[in-house]
């Protein structure tokens, strides 16, 4: 089993910063890659930002040049730099571990974490 634990919501006022960190423990052998995606009240979950183990990321066009993802491998961990936030970025924001495998002939699993709140507001 794997756990995620998030940390770094918050309050922010529009036009400040907040980061989130996550860490994966547990049995892991490899995690393809990591990610963030938020849920806002009334909307579908949608991808913020996924890094691969490789380091290649993706970003949601709304957060491109205000958000930077980071990863530490070794570590299993990773991060969301957020800058110039909006109000519109107020949301539950949820860690994805992406496809976690405990041994090299594993099924791959993904893994949620519990949800970190940030709200921007003034």
């Known amino acids: 089993q794997v756990q995620l634990v998030e940390s770094g919501g918050g309050l922010a006022q529009p036009g400040g910063s907040l980061k989130l960190s996550c860490a994966a423990s547990?049995?892991?052998?490899?995690?393809?890659?990591m990610g963030w995606h938020r849920q806002a009240p009334g909307k579908q979950r949608e991808l913020v930002a996924h890094i691969t183990s490789f380091g290649v990321t993706n970003y949601a066009e709304s957060v491109k040049g205000r958000f930077t993802i980071s990863t530490d491998g070794a570590k299993n961990t990773v991060s969301l730099q957020m800058n110039s936030l909006k109000p519109e970025d107020t949301a539950v924001y949820y860690c994805?571990?992406?496809?976690?495998?405990?041994?090299?002939?594993?099924?791959?699993?993904?893994?949620w974490g519990q949800g970190t709140q940030v709200t921007v507001s003034s």
């Open positions: 547990g049995r892991i052998y490899s995690i393809y890659a």
């Open positions: 994805l571990a992406d496809r976690v495998r405990d041994s090299i002939v594993a099924m791959a699993t993904d893994y």
